[in-house]
């Protein structure tokens, strides 16, 4: 996790007509049906294949309300960072809390498509609103067990498993 994230954060620059290369639609679609092993490392050592619209159901439905998404150029990115940089493809689920307070995001990058065909969903990257700043973060484990500790009152980490 990188503290004071908002400082280093920009936004990638891409060619409008290659972005459009994949509707936002599509981008969102595939988003919220890829796995979360596919696109996080730590999912993927404890064999968790929950799609990602299953996962953000049960860890934030209770505290949230519903996620907003949408698709496009990659928003989460940090140029001096190669695994950072993001892609011209990405779906964004932005998580807003039911006790008010500014929304966090969720970014899925996409490999850039080929043949007509959307490419595979391959990282997840998020930016959280904590009670210290904006946490950006790499992997799906520690988003849901700083936004359990942010807005979840009597939190148990636990409860976001694969440890």
């Known amino acids: 996790m ?11 620059i891409v060619p409008m007509s290659v972005a459009q290369a994949a509707s936002p639609a599509d981008l969102v679609r595939v988003a919220k049906q890829a796995k979360l092993s596919d696109i996080d490392q730590r999912r993927k050592a404890c064999g968790d294949e929950r799609t990602v619209a299953a996962w953000i159901k049960a860890a934030f439905a209770p505290s949230s309300k519903p996620a907003v998404w ?4 990659c928003i989460l990115t940090f140029k001096e960072r190669p695994r950072d940089i993001g892609t011209g493809w990405c779906a964004h689920a932005h998580i807003t809390p039911k006790r008010g307070g500014r929304a966090s995001t969720i970014e899925i990058y996409f ?4 043949a007509g065909k959307l490419g595979k969903a391959f990282a997840f990257r998020s930016l959280l609103r904590t009670k210290h700043g904006p946490d950006y973060g790499r992997d799906s484990v520690a988003f849901e067990t700083n936004w359990g500790e942010a807005y979840v009152a009597k939190y148990d980490p636990s409860d976001a498993g694969c440890d």
């Open 70 to 73: 949408s698709g496009g150029r």
């Open 111 to 114: 490999e850039p498509p080929k």
């Open 2 to 12: 990188l503290r004071s994230a908002a400082a280093l954060l920009c936004v990638a």
